[in-house]
């Protein structure tokens, strides 16, 4: 089974990553598992400077998932470039960094500063639903993701890919201003803005009263959306949004995606990031596939 | 490389309080754990449950579990025969240098904090270093007492507290912690503590004010407890930090952390 996928001139030996903020730098499972079982590392979100993140508590579970507000904690770009990145290339993997920038000019310092040629792209985080400027606040806006994407675009060589947020009327118009703007990818979808009450104290679980929702209890929204993307857009998506078992991750490349990412469920099950290539090359054999990339956007649709 | 998922086989559950379980697996090829070390139960739902050992030895592994929530109720509900994942072990345990230093080591808990410290208490014991150890366990009443006879194997210098009496203090720990120092010939080496915020937070203050280091184990909503998440975090005091603290994952770096450093919520 051929497992080679191209996401525009990026080619991975395989369709599976790790979804950014799930897997830190990947220095903790290195420690238990192969990670040559992987497409490549997106890091967790970088910022120009460091950040704390919300207040505690940051997590609460939901029906079939989970909510976070982390609010981007990581120790700022300077750190990043001088000690992370030395210990993610040991991987020897394709490194996808994941930037957030409060101001659309951050996007593009960062963008700058990303040389090292182990680093394949760039996720534009607009979408991150949890800080109050930057992220999700752009990514709601057509115009706004037009305006980074393409100072980003003339800021860097590398693949850029546009991380984007499910919390929009309609997501077509957020991939077509991506591609517009000169966007190589989407990655789709970020999580959805949600809430918990804890009825015994009247508060929002989550000190930062919001988060955002992941897991299978967003995976049909997800799908849903790569599906509508997939049909207007002619670059590359990777799909992501609670996939938690091959068929999942076969469900998102037949809606069109062409590499996906595996997030909370990972967090949860953390073997299944290993296991899914193999996995999936069983299954896509099953199903007559010589390949994975030939899967991508298969679906049949009812008339 | 060293796995970090493993399939525990139950073998017994107890029921030893209305709110108590102790669940016992067979632990075949599962790394030994130090007291304080935690796994991630699966859970029927979506976040696996973070439970700090009560017991490993010979090959088995046994966790103290409170019924909390529906989480908590799936895991007492398991019966002998079944098969659970559990990720671990997990965390930093108490720091056991400490041990070595002549003098008494007091222990104090509350609640589900318990069951690391039998851990630890046991541990402490068998390396023999210690020359007195005094344990001190708080209950809201008597009859949420889980601690059996045979759950304590050695019930010498163990003080029972119950808020609303019928134990052997009656009375909150800390105030059974005050009135063990106020009658202790020697000072203490260490105190270790795991329970209720308020309770650690409380003993902290008398360690600092007696000039004895405490050790606290704290729990936290984690995310995934094995470091990726960060949504576990702890701040610690810190001055060679601008912002005059440092945050740190609670399931990495901790749970256990020196008790004077921690920033309570």
Request: proline share 5%.
């Amino acid at each position: 089974m051929e497992t080679k996928v191209k996401i525009g001139d990026v080619v991975l030996s395989c369709p599976v990553l790790p979804a950014s903020g799930c897997f830190g730098y990947g220095i903790e499972l290195a420690q238990h598992y192969d990670l040559s079982a992987l497409g490549g590392i997106v890091s967790k979100a970088v910022t120009l400077e460091e950040r704390l993140g919300n207040d505690m508590p940051r997590i609460a579970e939901t029906p079939s998932g989970m909510l976070n507000a982390i609010g981007l904690e990581n120790p700022g770009v300077e750190f990043f470039l001088d000690v992370l990145l030395a210990q993610i290339k040991r991987f020897n993997l394709p490194i996808i960094v994941n930037l957030a920038g409060n101001e659309p000019t951050d996007y593009v310092e960062l963008a700058e500063k990303m040389q090292d040629p182990q680093i394949v792209a760039l996720e534009l985080n607009l979408s991150c639903p949890n800080v109050k400027s930057g992220c999700m606040s752009i990514g709601t806006n057509p115009q706004e993701i037009e305006r980074v994407v393409s100072a980003v675009r003339r800021a860097t060589e590398k693949p850029i890919w546009v991380k984007l947020t499910p919390n929009v009327t309609d997501i077509t118009e957020m991939a077509l201003a991506a591609e517009a703007a000169g966007a190589d990818a989407i990655s789709l979808i970020n999580t959805l803005l949600a809430m918990v009450v804890d009825v015994k104290t009247r508060r929002p679980l989550l000190k930062n009263n919001t988060g955002g929702l992941s897991g299978p209890a967003v995976m049909p929204v997800a799908l849903r959306m790569v599906s509508e993307c997939y049909r207007v857009i002619d670059i590359p998506i990777i799909g992501m949004g609670g996939i938690a078992s091959v068929e999942d991750a076969l469900a998102f490349l037949m809606a069109g995606a062409s590499a996906v990412q595996i997030g909370s469920s990972a967090m949860q099950n953390p073997g299944l990031l290993f296991s899914m290539k193999d996995e999936m090359c069983t299954m896509a054999h099953d199903l007559g596939f010589s390949s994975l990339s030939e899967i991508t956007g298969c679906l049949e649709y009812w008339n | 490389m060293v796995n970090l998922e493993h399939i525990l086989v139950l073998e017994k559950n107890e029921q030893v309080s209305s709110k108590v379980h102790v669940l016992t697996f067979a632990t075949e090829g599962v790394p030994q754990s130090k007291p304080g070390q935690f796994f991630e139960l699966k859970s029927p739902y979506f976040l696996r449950r973070p439970i700090g050992v009560m017991q490993q030895s010979n090959n088995k592994i046994s966790f103290g579990i409170r019924l909390v929530g529906k989480g908590t109720s799936a895991l007492c509900g398991l019966s002998p025969g079944d098969r659970l994942s559990a990720l671990g072990p997990l965390g930093r345990g108490f720091d056991l240098r400490h041990v070595s230093q002549p003098g008494d080591i007091v222990i104090v808990g509350g609640g589900s904090g318990i069951f690391p410290l039998l851990y630890l208490a046991d541990q402490m014991r068998t390396s023999g270093l210690i020359q007195g150890l005094n344990q001190i366990y708080g209950f809201r009443s008597a009859e949420e007492c889980f601690l059996e006879v045979e759950m304590c194997q050695h019930k010498n210098n163990m003080t029972l507290c119950s808020d609303s009496g019928g134990l052997d203090f009656h009375g909150h720990a800390v105030a059974a912690l005050e009135a063990f120092l106020a009658e202790a010939s020697a000072k203490p080496s260490a105190i270790f503590s795991c329970g209720p915020e308020a309770m650690m937070k409380s003993v902290v203050e008398v360690g600092k004010r007696e000039n004895i280091p405490v050790q606290v184990s704290l729990e936290t909503r984690m995310g995934c407890g094995i470091g990726l998440c960060r949504g576990c975090v702890v701040d610690l005091k810190d001055d060679s930090r601008e912002a005059g603290f440092r945050r740190v994952r609670c399931c990495k770096e901790g749970p256990v952390f020196p008790g004077d450093k921690v920033i309570w919520s």
